[in-house]
């Protein structure tokens, strides 16, 4: 079969389906911090380091790199509200990344952060006025 052959399904589908995965995804992770924060299930080992790290440099600074039981972190924040005018970041949410010795951002670590909190990597047009 060649690809110009192929029928590739209609983009409202597909932009119904990612809405759908991301739904899905969102309440996922809200019920899974629901269940940690009640006991049921235990933080796993990286929320615990990242909680490690905020008690430890609670004033780290974008892009500062910090030392934490023998493995390196840098701080990142990202943007979650925007103005009325949409240009500028009126808030912003800060989160930890592991490093590699070579000073390469440990992507394992990077999708787990994004796994516990997929909320916080979007911003959100209800969050956003002058999207209405």
Do not use: C
């Amino acid at each position: 079969m060649k690809y110009d052959d192929f029928d590739f399904p209609e983009e409202s589908l597909i932009n119904k389906l990612n809405s759908e995965r991301k739904s899905l995804t969102m309440e996922r992770a809200l019920l899974w911090r629901k269940l940690k924060s009640n006991g049921e299930i235990p933080y796993t080992n990286q929320e615990v380091i990242i909680d490690k790290l905020n008690e430890a440099f609670p004033n780290a600074k974008s892009g500062e790199r910090v030392e934490l039981l023998g493995d390196s972190f840098i701080k990142r924040f990202q943007p979650i509200e925007l103005n009325k005018t949409g240009k500028k970041v009126k808030k912003y949410w800060p989160y930890w990344l592991r490093l590699h010795d070579g000073g390469r951002i440990d992507e394992n670590w990077k999708v787990n952060i994004h796994q516990m909190w997929p909320d916080m990597f979007l911003i959100k047009a209800d969050r956003n006025k002058a999207f209405k």
